[in-house]
Nanobody, 119 residues
Framework: DVQLQASGGGLVQAGGSLRLSCAASGFTFDDYAIGWFRQAPGKERVLVSCIGFSDGHTYYANSVKGRFTISSDNAKNTVNLHMNILKPEDTAVYYC????????????WGQGTLVTVSS
């Protein structure tokens, strides 16, 4: 079975930190770009960050630059999103994807993990 497992969400106060993890089973990340999308209530799903698993190139949305860091762990076949200085507007369901970071439904998608930032 091919699966992506996202974990690490939770409730945190503004200014706090969380680390999200995305783990793959049934395939390796080697040839993929791994992305984190988020969807806040009533809003569209947007790309937050992306990393090329082989070349390490990264992308960050302007709203998270300087606060979030994406990293890959090749040995564990996981990608982490370190989120610092969290703001209430970061509250959303976060999804990890494996593909081209395009949001395509043909990419692999994890089940989503909820991040709630209280003010």
């Amino acid at each position: 079975d091919v699966q992506l497992q996202a974990s690490g969400g939770g409730l945190v106060q503004a200014g706090g930190s969380l680390r999200l993890s995305c783990a793959a089973s049934g395939f390796t990340f080697d040839d993929y770009a791994i992305g984190w999308f988020r969807q806040a209530p009533g809003k569209e799903r947007v790309l937050v960050s992306c990393i090329g698993f082989s070349d390490g190139h990264t992308y960050y949305a302007n709203s998270v630059k300087g606060r979030f860091t994406i990293s890959s762990d090749n040995a564990k076949n996981t990608v982490n999103l370190h989120m610092n200085i969290l703001k209430p507007e970061d509250t959303a369901v976060y999804y990890c994807t494996a593909g081209a970071c395009s949001g395509s439904p043909s990419d692999y998608w994890g089940q989503g993990t909820l991040v709630t930032v209280s003010s």
